[in-house]
């Protein structure tokens, strides 16, 4: 397996502009998870699906984030409009049964930079 | 609300030597914690996961500790290596779907 791919690596845009960042988690994984990492605040669970259905979005910053997995393989994050203090490395990862009964696998992450 | 407190923030030591990385949470109600291991400009990747029920867990030359009383867990590495250098964090697991994670501890092994 290839693991959890995200798309883009690296990403630089203007503040008032749409990001879309892209996950596909490990074939047979139920749950998403979308995380942030700061220097700051180190590292944040935005929201999580299980079965592609979005079970808790607490942690999403404000209405200018959105998230969606319309099917077991594909999931979205969405930001518009983006700010400058968007900017951070956004994680996907993804688990069968859960972040806590089984080892949670990693993305390799999207940078996002919002000038 | 629990938290999940690493010290020291960095550490810096030469090949060879065994080393104990420190996490400390304020919450003992924890499900199980995790161990993994940051790589610059790289995803998380799991270590070793310990069940509440659990004492320890050993891959390699890695062993994690767990006690949930004191609220501690102790990640040892034996004969440190260059290609252990790399940023630690722990996290614990208390329910509901939320890792809670520390800052972690930057990790140096100079040859």
């Known amino acids: 397996d290839a693991g959890v791919i995200q798309s883009p690596r690296h990403e630089v845009t203007e503040m008032g502009q749409e990001v879309t960042l892209r996950c596909k988690p490990i074939?047979?994984?139920?749950?998403l998870f979308w995380y942030r990492q700061t220097m700051m605040r180190g590292l944040e669970l935005l929201i999580y699906?299980?079965?592609?259905?979005?079970?808790?979005d607490s942690g999403m910053p404000e209405d200018r984030f959105s998230a969606k997995m319309p099917n077991a393989s594909f999931s979205t994050l969405k930001i518009q409009p983006s700010e400058p203090r968007d900017s951070a490395v956004y994680f996907c990862?993804?688990?069968?049964?859960?972040?806590?009964?089984?080892?949670?696998?990693f993305g390799a992450g999207s940078r996002l930079t919002v000038l | 609300k629990q938290e999940v407190t690493q010290i020291p923030a960095a550490l810096s030591v030469p090949e060879g030597e065994n080393l104990v990385l420190n996490c400390s949470f304020t919450?003992?109600?924890?499900?199980?914690l995790q161990w993994f291991r940051q790589d610059p400009g790289k995803g998380l990747t799991s270590l070793l996961l310990?069940?509440?029920?659990?004492r320890e867990q050993t891959s390699g030359r890695l062993n994690a500790s767990l006690d949930k009383s004191s609220g501690r867990s102790t990640l040892y590495i034996a004969a440190s290596q260059p290609g252990d250098s790399a940023t630690y964090l722990c996290?614990?697991?208390?329910?509901?779907?939320?890792?809670?994670f520390g800052q972690g501890t930057r990790l140096t092994i100079n040859p």
């Open positions: 990862a993804s688990s069968f049964g859960g972040a806590g009964a089984n080892v949670l696998t």
């Open positions: 310990i069940q509440s029920s659990q």
């Open positions: 996290a614990v697991y208390p329910g509901a779907q939320k890792l809670v």
């Open positions: 919450d003992s109600a924890i499900y199980n």
């Open positions: 699906f299980n079965n592609n259905v979005p079970i808790d």
């Open positions: 074939s047979g994984h139920n749950s």
